[in-house]
């Protein structure tokens, strides 16, 4: 079974801090994927990355950025973290073209 | 850019009643996928639409995809409580998936 793991199920940041989400799949996926879901708006697309070290801006990319180093692991950075990036933070993967494997997600808090 | 929007937003069926969900976007799509997000849990893909006019069934659910591959739909006959849950549609841009705004679904027993 694909597995897609996030570190942490729920976080609690302050205003200002800087903010570290981070996605591991085993299943040798190119393509990763970050994003955001609150009520009534569904998910929304931060940004993605087909390929090592290669990234891509999303729907909603400001006051985020990401790292892809290594081919199972995408990153997702809060630069300053602020109350309005209080969400549920998904990731998820696939092949090209195929279905996303998401994560269990990370509800995130920033007081 | 490309959106995705679905209605209705909410709905609330007694058991036993059927349920769709519809999915339309302002672009052509590739093709559309269908997730169900259970409540406190994450998306999990259901089926994937490619061809225009296709349809699909799984058990009770039936997907259908428009002619025009802009519109799409799921169909559930007789929900039971397990169908509860949130529903979206994806369509597909060139690397990248845009969801619609998902349907919540709530069965009253």
């Known amino acids: 079974d694909v597995k897609v793991t996030q570190s942490s199920r729920y976080l609690v940041k302050r205003t200002g801090e800087k903010v570290f989400l981070e996605c591991v799949q085993d299943?040798?996926?190119?393509?990763m994927f970050w994003y955001r879901q609150d009520p009534g708006l569904g998910l929304r697309l931060i940004y993605f990355?087909?390929?090592?070290?290669?990234?891509e801006k999303g729907d909603i990319p400001e006051g985020y950025s990401v790292s892809r180093e290594k081919k199972e692991r995408f990153s997702l950075i809060l630069e300053s973290a602020s109350t309005n990036q209080t969400s549920m933070y998904l990731c998820?993967?696939?092949?090209?073209?195929?279905?996303?494997?998401f994560g269990s997600g990370t509800q995130l808090s920033v007081l | 850019g490309q959106q995705v929007m679905q209605i209705p937003q909410y709905q609330h069926v007694q058991e036993g009643e059927d349920f769709t969900t519809y999915c339309n976007s302002s672009?052509?799509?590739?093709?559309i996928q269908w997730y169900k997000q259970r409540p406190g849990g994450h998306p999990v893909f259901l089926i994937q639409?490619?061809?225009?006019?296709e349809v699909k069934k799984q058990k009770r659910l039936t997907f259908q995809f428009g002619e025009a591959k802009k519109n799409s739909s799921l169909h559930i006959t007789a929900t039971q409580t397990t169908d509860v849950g949130t529903y979206f549609c994806?369509?597909?841009?060139?690397?990248?998936?845009?969801f619609g705004t998902g349907t919540r679904l709530k069965v009253l027993a």
């Open positions: 639409l490619v061809k225009s006019g």
């Open positions: 672009t052509t799509l590739s093709n």
């Open positions: 299943m040798d996926h190119e393509n």
């Open positions: 998820a993967s696939s092949f090209s073209g195929e279905k996303l494997f």
């Open positions: 990355s087909y390929d090592v070290k290669m990234k």
């Open positions: 994806a369509g597909r841009g060139t690397y990248k998936y845009i």
